[in-house]
């Protein structure tokens, strides 16, 4: 069964780093999500990526955050000077999705996630 | 705004014991409403889903109803076994919106 991977698994940074989260979505879905739960607290959105753009964001995904689809397989998350409250579980999902966002491709698959961690 | 909430964990019951979590939902719009699971060391996995009220989504023995009149969405099983211990996540999706919504999630764990 297809499935989201991430890499790494862990991640450990020193502050004001730049880390890259990778992931690769299932491979015929379109549209793509980051996701982030900080140790005991609830999954919180990040982003969501169509047709090679951001279609929606969250509060938390300031300026220092960006995501990209490089090659047409992977899909990233950069954060470009990490602090210390960016540590966290980052998890990437994909959807299948139509243009008219049907429900029955409404799930997001996803990934295994990647734990980083800023010292 | 659209938020979730679930009932607080830990929960720990001994195997074929019967489960309930709770979930209630507060959202603009008719939501699609999801439980998803976290096994140890893994992602969050779709357990369960319901699109329109009324409709009941199920998978492995649980089963959640999506009721509109009390904007709840409650998971149940019947007979719980050890392998069900994990984290339970119910989660809101607004039709037209992108983001998943996410309850607090409640840690499950059963004792043989």
């Known amino acids: 069964e297809p499935e989201v991977t991430q890499t790494p698994s862990h991640q450990v940074t020193q502050m004001g780093q730049e880390v890259i989260l990778r992931c690769v979505p299932i491979?015929?879905?379109?549209?793509f999500y980051w996701y982030r739960q900080i140790l005991g607290q609830k999954v919180e959105f990040l982003v969501s990526?169509?047709?090679?753009?951001?279609?929606?964001k969250s509060e938390i995904f300031d300026d220092q955050f960006s995501v990209e689809r490089p090659d047409g397989s992977n899909f990233t998350l950069k954060i470009r000077s990490t602090k210390l409250e960016d540590s966290a579980m980052y998890f990437c999902?994909?959807?299948?999705?139509?243009?008219?966002?049907?429900?029955?491709?409404?799930?997001?698959?996803f990934g295994p996630g990647t734990r980083l961690t800023v010292l | 705004g659209n938020s979730v909430t679930q009932m607080e964990g830990p929960v720990t019951l001994s195997e074929e014991a019967f489960l309930t979590i709770n979930c209630t939902y507060t959202?603009?719009?008719?939501?699609?409403l999801f439980w998803y699971v976290q096994y140890p060391g893994e992602g969050l996995q779709l357990l369960l889903k319901?699109?329109?009220?009324?409709d009941k989504g199920s998978n492995k023995g649980f089963e959640a109803t999506y009721r509109k009149e009390t904007t709840s969405f409650h998971l149940e099983k019947g007979s719980v076994q050890v392998s069900d211990s994990a984290v339970y996540f119910c989660?809101?999706?607004?039709?037209?919106?992108?983001?998943?919504?996410f309850g607090q999630g409640t840690r499950l764990t059963i004792n043989p």
């Open positions: 999902a994909s959807r299948a999705g139509t243009s008219g966002n049907s429900p029955s491709t409404d799930t997001q698959y």
């Open positions: 491979s015929n879905h379109l549209y």
């Open positions: 990526f169509y047709n090679n753009e951001i279609s929606e």
């Open positions: 959202a603009t719009g008719y939501p699609s």
């Open positions: 319901a699109t329109k009220a009324d």
């Open positions: 989660a809101l999706k607004i039709q037209g919106a992108q983001k998943l919504v």
